[in-house]
C-alpha cells in the first residue's frame, strides 16, 4: 500500500475556501489537503478538502499509524516465510518505535 498526503497554502481571497475545517468542523482551515489511502487490493481512495493545523497534525498521525501497521504486517509476512528480519525489524524500530 502507498499512501500518500499533501498539503498546500491557499490564498483566501483567491480560493473560495469554507470558513471551517471540512474535518473537525470547527476550527478555521489553514491547509488544503489531499490524502490518499491506497487499499490491499490496489483500489485508491482520494480524500480532499481543507483543514486546520490541528487536524493536519491528525492526519499525519493517521499515516504514521497506517504505514507502522503496514511494515509490521511485513515483517511478520517475511518471518513467517523464514526470512531473517533483523535488519527489517531494527529499521522499523528506529523509524516507529515500539508500540
Ligand atoms: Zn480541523
Not at 469554507?18 to 478555521?28: E, H, L
Not at 485508491?44 to 497534525?57: D, P, S
Request: aromatic share 14%.
Amino acid at each position: 500500500m502507498y499512501d500518500s498526503l499533501f498539503f498546500a497554502t491557499f490564498d483566501p481571497v483567491y480560493v473560495n475556501a469554507p470558513d471551517i475545517c471540512d474535518v473537525c468542523i470547527k476550527q478555521p482551515p489553514m491547509f488544503n489537503y489531499e490524502y490518499c489511502i491506497e487499499e490491499p487490493g490496489g483500489q485508491r481512495q482520494y480524500i480532499k478538502g481543507f483543514c486546520c493545523a490541528a487536524c493536519a497534525e491528525g492526519l499525519l498521525k493517521k499515516l504514521k499509524t497506517r504505514e507502522a501497521t503496514e511494515w509490521a504486517h511485513e515483517e511478520a509476512e517475511l518471518e513467517a516465510d523464514n526470512v531473517d528480519v533483523t535488519d527489517f525489524q531494527k529499521r522499523r524500530l528506529a523509524t516507529f518505535g515500539r508500540n
